[in-house]
């Protein structure tokens, strides 16, 4: 069985506020189950959704470093 949870819960656990989980999940990029007028979260989803802003957030900053570290080894084409 799923653990489920409800907004205050979920937001704790992503260390986020209520209002920046209630915008996630109306955008659609976490995914929630709604029911009548109550919105739950499954743990397993939320822990896959970190997961992966977490890992995207790593790739974007190897990719930058990497663009730094190709800037840093050009030379000035005025020569300098």
Known sequence: MFQMLDIQEAAKVLAISERTLYSLTKSGEIPALKLQRAVRYRLSDLEE??????????????????????DATRKDPTGN
């Open 49 to 70: 959704w970190a997961a992966k802003k977490i890992s995207s957030c790593v790739l974007d900053k190897s990719i930058s470093n990497d663009i730094l570290s190709n």
